[in-house]
């Protein structure tokens, strides 16, 4: 008799893992390109071949049973590796010496890893990488998915990390900063004044918004004036070269404004606001031999440029 799993196709499971990643049907329609009744009638498929109840509805949410959990995380793994040996042959086919996906958290996607990896890339002109900008929850599910082999990001305090390992390898440091637009401070910048400021920040419910949160209530500081509010760095700093106010942002980001002069760094004494960056991956992804390298590579590199230490090895 044939196996309930040789039965079910990995594009029913694909569904599956995006109605339970998107929480909901029609976005899952949506992102796969189908139509809703497509998508419930994969769902019932899935359902019926396993015998058990595996989605329930929840208000307007969704709600996995304790088996439909069971068979998402196994799918999810399989959907993930299949994704990964249509790559590997596809790479074979073409004559490729490697390929990587790598995510990245916005600040070290946007910031850091662009020149590393033209920096490899000139040293392996046989391999292909594509890099993907991510929000912290965003890079962990593409790993769980298999849109991207491993990822460099910071963490969301609320992120489920089930299933994935994360090696943090480096701080970058939140700094204050404003534009010669706006007067100097008249006296030390403690927690009070710091509080009545005006800023521009990351918008609210965003994860880069909650750990900024988090690092200034340490030191007692509840911002009680945010003016402008943006979902990517630069545009925050562009608001705040300006002449907005002033913001914490990434050091790793800044090397150029703070050269430059077109943005000055305003000193927090006593405060000290480091955020780790982590390597993360899938506990079971085999690397090819290309992405560990490239693995080698990143995290030396970046690990220096955050961190201020010369890279171990080369690319």
Sequence with gaps: MRSLVSQLSIHKLEVLCTVVELNGFSRAAQKLNITQPVVSAH???????????????AGRRIELTE??????????????????????????QKGVVGRASV??????????????????QRAHPLGE?????YNPMAAMDAIHSGACDFSFTIIDPRQDMRGLHAEAIASDD???????????????????????LPFVSAQWGMPRREIEENLLERYGIRRRSIILEFGHAESLKQAVRAGAGYAFVFRSSLRGELK????????????????????VRRPNKRLS?????????????????????????GP
């Design 129 to 133: 990488i594509s890099v993907q900008s």
């Design 289 to 313: 031999s290309f992405q560990q390298r490239l693995v080698d590579f990143l995290v030396d590199e970046i690990t220096a440029q955050l961190e201020g230490h010369p890279p171990a090895v």
């Design 67 to 92: 088996d439909g959990e069971r068979v998402y995380r196994w799918a999810r793994d399989l959907v993930s590796r299949t994704r990964e040996i249509e790559r590997e042959i596809s790479d074979s």
């Design 260 to 279: 430059s002069s077109l943005l000055r760094e305003v000193e927090t004494p006593g405060m000290s606001l480091k955020v780790p960056v982590y390597f």
């Design 174 to 196: 939140l700094i204050l900063v404003t534009s010669e637009r706006v007067p100097a401070l008249e006296g030390p910048p403690t927690p009070d004044i710091i509080s009545g």
């Design 103 to 120: 995510g990245a958290s916005m600040t070290i996607g946007s910031y850091v890893l662009p020149a590393l990896v033209t920096e490899f």
């Design 43 to 57: 769902i019932k498929a899935l359902t019926d071949k396993f015998d058990v109840p595996l989605i329930v509805k």
